[in-house]
């Protein structure tokens, strides 16, 4: 059947009898079917009922045969035009029928509204398609961090696209790492990984390694005395006469102690040196030797340790001079924090930076930072003028915590054990004045640097080793809660006046590195610079800006080289660029007219040196402040002696990032039951999927059940990426995982009462969700096709491999065995069966599951555990009031 000119026919609403003097197209059809005027009234239908319709051809034929039988006729229907755009409503026209001359003109209504059609091509047209439109959709889950900036969950955007520059504040190796640097990286790698394997950020992770430090300095040497004390082997006479030499400094240093816990912590090491001095001395008095006397003076040299390394660095510190002492003792930490990293499964950095090694970069920073005014030189050292930078139009100072600024207990932990003397204090202008740079005095390391010998503040170095990775500005910056202040209020201050952020007229801030730059602006390497000759022609805006890459220029005391400023003196700028034109990364202004007023330099010209602040929250040890100098922490590889890391992860994981954490068994019991749990699921899916089936046996139908799982299913995803993008809130996402879970063990249960195999597609497909899901938290270590990986690292994959067919075998034949026994009445061939289950394959790490009238079960669990499980059960099941092995 062929349709020959107009729209379509289902377009035309029915028109009325009253119309007939509207002129109308007509419809013309070529139709072979017995019953034509039938299948005419079926293609009219959308027209209505009422359409005239009239055959056109031989005459006689129609008459002959009859309208309904007649064949080979062409008919006209009178329908609606297209309505012509702009004329008001009809496009009248009038087709002709390759048969005939014409046709009367027929009334229609006026067409519904609608958008035009799609044209149809002259002559034989065909069907228009109709008009589509997409579905409204709904607003996408934007990610949102808790910026410590605002205190706030702002919409994390970066600032070049996906990629993302984060600096994260690494720890001070002086000793072994302990549950809070756990609490910290382990918290950021989750972060990192789901940024990276979830929101697919391309993220640049660099961490800093802090091995210069006064607490270096103190252990490096304390440790180096009190070896070469032990070494000369000193008398018990001798022995106790230092012990109480020492104590009388520790007694009025414990006198003026006012803060209670390290008062008690104080308090308990005098209690334990005075007990292990006692048993001394009383072999002293006695005069015993030998072996027994040797024995009471390792006792006290253990014990006093502490107390006697205090002592010796106190009389004997200025004496060490070797600087290879201050390099060996953080190297050995250093290495024992990346194997703890490692076992923790702790992404390692991108780049790694160590303070040692970035001491010319710090010099070139601080100098900078003097030459704009802010930093002053006071006896070999280099101070920070917070006043100054306060009273600065443009700069704040406590931007993290302006609570805290003039707190002065905060300020003096930030500078250092060996930098809060009644000397050091009295050479800065203000309290609240922070170190650049520190004057080394004898005993501690140093290195060459216009102010003289010494060594790099604390805050300096992170500003010095980002900004040379990561330019004028990064995206996120992160460290632990109590890093905050002073540390990175500091930081943020001395980046931001490393060059002042220049202001157009009327105050309004200049773009950082990487941003768009407005009309007006132009980008130019310094070389480019240099010879701009058009620099010396007048130009009408003398507010136009140079931008330049940083870096690119000789910096001298204005921040150029002298042999540049006679260029920028006539005019700022050549001719401007087309506006919108994206900076590169640490790109900045320079803008000689405005620079009268501040200094101008080619670092960091702004107040965004930050774009995000990351703290994660405290960590605390079953509810008491957790800190290595009160003695009261556990070191991570006793940690991981009690769990395993990806226990310890879970925790981490049912916490929200940045908020405290309390390390304690409540905690540790909610992660095993939890890892319990979603084992117990992927065992039993694991179990499902080896069941034998055919290829098209892997395509069930769905009925009620599998339908509503589905929707759970997706319901669920839909809730855990609403989790994560609220702050990546982890304890939510393993909340509705949880959920799902459940949902698939009610199904399961209800399917197996049923005496029915559950849906193994749809199940293996909840399984596999959970598992990368896990693999993006970190919580599997490895490389596993479904669910935890079994046995040691590295062997999980070829473990259940290898062994399960053989286990699978073994089963089969059990319960081959067991079902004759129960068949011929064989009750000690069950009770071996049953032994084999309970008793023997638990020691090999193999869980065996009897179901009635369902096949056994086969999982692989490690071997603690069902050695635990079956104690548990033994003690359950043992009477009340008995021992076990009595009757």
């Keep these: 059947m062929g349709m020959r000119g107009g729209a379509h026919p289902t377009d035309s609403p029915r028109p ?21 005027v039938s299948l005419l009234k079926a293609v009219l239908l959308g027209v209505g009922d009422g359409l005239p319709v009239q055959p056109r051809g031989p005459p006689g034929r129609a008459g002959r045969r009859g309208l309904g039988a007649s064949r080979g006729c062409v008919w006209e229907a009178a329908v609606m035009s297209a309505p012509e755009p702009g004329g008001g409503g009809l496009w009248p026209r009038c087709a002709q029928s390759k048969r005939g001359r014409g046709a009367a003109r027929l009334p229609v209504v006026p067409p519904r509204p609608a958008p035009d059609p799609a044209p149809l091509p002259a002559g034989r047209g065909r069907r228009a398609q109709p008009q589509w439109a997409p579905p409204a959709g709904s607003e996408p889950c934007q990610l949102r961090l808790y910026n410590s900036l605002t205190r706030s969950k702002d919409v994390f955007v970066p600032q070049d696209g996906k990629r993302v520059t984060w600096y994260c504040c690494g720890p001070t190796v002086y000793d072994a790492s302990h549950m809070g640097h756990a609490r910290s990286y382990v918290s950021f790698d989750i972060l990192r990984r789901v940024l990276r394997d979830y929101f697919k950020f391309d993220v640049f992770y660099c961490m800093n390694i802090t091995d210069v430090d006064d607490k270096i300095i103190r252990r490096a040497r304390q440790n180096y005395l009190f070896e070469r004390y032990r070494e000369k082997q000193p008398s018990a006479a001798q022995l106790l006469e230092d012990v109480h030499a020492a104590l009388q400094p520790f007694a009025a240093k414990l006198k003026e102690t006012t803060d209670p816990d390290k008062k008690q912590m104080l308090e308990r090491l005098e209690r334990a040196v005075t007990r292990a001095a006692e048993p001394l001395e009383e072999a002293v008095r006695a005069s015993l030797a030998g072996e027994e006397l040797d024995g009471r003076v390792q006792v006290l040299l253990a014990e006093a340790k502490d107390l006697l390394s205090d002592w010796l660095d106190s009389t004997h510190g200025s004496e060490v001079t070797d600087n290879s002492i201050f390099s060996q003792l953080p190297k050995f930490w250093e290495a024992e924090f990346h194997k703890d990293m490692e076992a923790l499964n702790v992404l390692p950095p991108d780049v790694l930076t160590r303070v040692s090694e970035y001491v010319p970069e710090i010099v070139d920073f601080v100098q900078k930072i003097m030459d704009n005014g802010y930093g002053y030189a006071s006896n070999g050292s280099v101070y920070f003028d917070t ?34 003397s009644a000397e050091r204090l009295s050479e800065k202008r203000s309290p609240n004045d922070f170190a650049l740079w520190k004057a080394s005095k004898p005993g501690e390391p140093s290195w060459p640097c216009p102010w003289g010998r010494g060594r790099p503040g604390w805050h300096i170095e992170c500003s010095a080793m980002a900004g040379t990775l990561l330019g004028a500005s990064m995206d996120i910056h992160g460290g632990g809660f109590d890093l905050r202040f002073p540390h990175h209020d500091n930081e943020l201050a001395q980046s931001e006046v490393g060059g002042a952020m220049v202001t157009a007229p009327g105050g309004q801030a200049l773009p950082c590195g990487g941003e768009r730059v407005g009309a007006g602006s132009q980008v130019l390497s310094g070389q480019s610079l240099a010879s701009e000759s058009r620099l010396h022609q007048g130009h009408s805006n003398p507010h136009r800006l140079v931008w330049f890459p940083r870096n690119s220029l000789a910096l001298g005391s204005t921040g150029l080289a002298p042999h540049l400023l006679p260029l920028l003196a006539p005019c700022p700028a050549p001719e401007a660029p087309p506006s919108g034109q994206r900076l590169p990364a640490g790109a900045a202004p320079l803008t000689p007219a405005l620079a009268s007023s501040r200094p101008v330099q080619a670092y960091f010209e702004n107040d965004c040196w930050v774009r995000y602040f990351l703290h994660t929250g405290h960590l605390t040890i079953a509810g008491c402040k957790m800190s290595k100098s009160l003695k009261n922490f556990i070191t991570i590889k006793d940690a991981l002696k009690k769990h395993s890391a990806r226990q310890l992860r879970l925790a981490f994981l049912m916490h929200a990032w940045k908020d405290t954490l309390d390390y304690s068994s409540n905690t540790m019991e909610s992660a095993l039951q939890y890892e319990r749990f979603l084992n117990e699921f992927f065992l039993n899916v694991k179990d499902l999927l080896r069941a034998p089936g055919d290829v098209t046996g892997q395509f069930e139908k769905w009925e009620r059940e599998e339908t509503e799982l589905n929707k759970c299913f997706y319901d669920k995803k839909a809730a855990v990426h609403e989790a994560l993008c609220d702050n990546v809130d982890t304890r939510t996402a393993l909340e509705e995982m949880r959920a799902l879970v459940s949902q698939c063990n009610l199904y399961t249960a209800a399917r197996k009462a049923a005496r029915r195999r559950p849906n193994r ?61 129960r068949e011929h009445r064989v009750p000690e061939v069950l009770q071996l069966s049953d032994a084999l289950r309970d008793d023997i394959l638990p020691e090999l790490g193999v869980r065996l599951e009897d179901h009635e009238g369902l096949p056994t079960v086969v999982k692989l669990v490690d071997r603690d555990t069902l050695l635990r499980e079956r104690e548990e ?7 009340e009031g008995t021992w076990p092995g009595v009757c």
């Design 16 to 36: 009325p009898a009253s119309s007939a003097s509207v002129p109308t197209q007509l419809l013309c059809l070529e139709v072979a079917h017995p019953r034509p």
């Design 387 to 420: 006043v100054k930078f306060a009273n600065s139009e443009g700069h704040c100072y406590g931007k993290l915590v302006p609570e805290a600024v003039g707190d002065q207990r905060a300020l003096q932990e930030g500078e250092g054990d060996l930098s809060i």
């Design 761 to 821: 597609a749809l199940l293996a497909s909840v399984a596999n969700y959970l598992t990368h899901m896990l693999k993006i938290f970190g919580a599997i270590e490895e490389e596993s096709p479904l669910g935890f990986p079994v046995g040691a690292p590295g062997t999980s994959l070829s473990l259940e491999s290898t062994v399960m067919p053989y286990l699978q075998v073994l089963s089969e034949f059990r319960e081959g065995v067991r079902s004759i026994a």
């Design 873 to 879: 059960k033994k003690r359950v099941s043992q009477p």
